[in-house]
């Protein structure tokens, strides 16, 4: 006689096929439930980590500007030697 490892039913058993299927495929809800679940939450760290990131390319991006800004100021108020088409 046959069992069925996972459940223990008679494979072609006309009642218990039903059954069987059913939990076979509730198994795959949860499987995929699960799958979802751990998606989102790597998508949703991934999505922090750019956000971050972006942040952190603007805060620097606003700090070489103003470095850029000064070094133009300056430039303008004291050209370099032999440097005539700055500050005309």
């Not at 699960?34 to 998606?39: A, G, K, Q």
Request: net charge positive.
């Amino acid at each position: 006689m046959y069992v069925h490892k996972h459940y223990g039913e008679k494979p072609g058993d006309p009642e218990d096929t039903p059954r069987c299927q059913a939990r076979a495929q509730t198994e795959i809800i949860r499987a995929f439930e699960t799958f979802d679940i751990i998606n989102k939450t790597n998508f949703a760290r991934i999505k922090a980590d750019v956000s971050n990131n972006e942040k952190a390319a603007d805060i620097k991006m606003e700090a070489i500007q103003k470095r850029l800004l000064e070094i133009e100021k300056r430039l303008l108020i004291n050209p370099p030697p032999g440097d005539r088409s700055v500050g005309q």
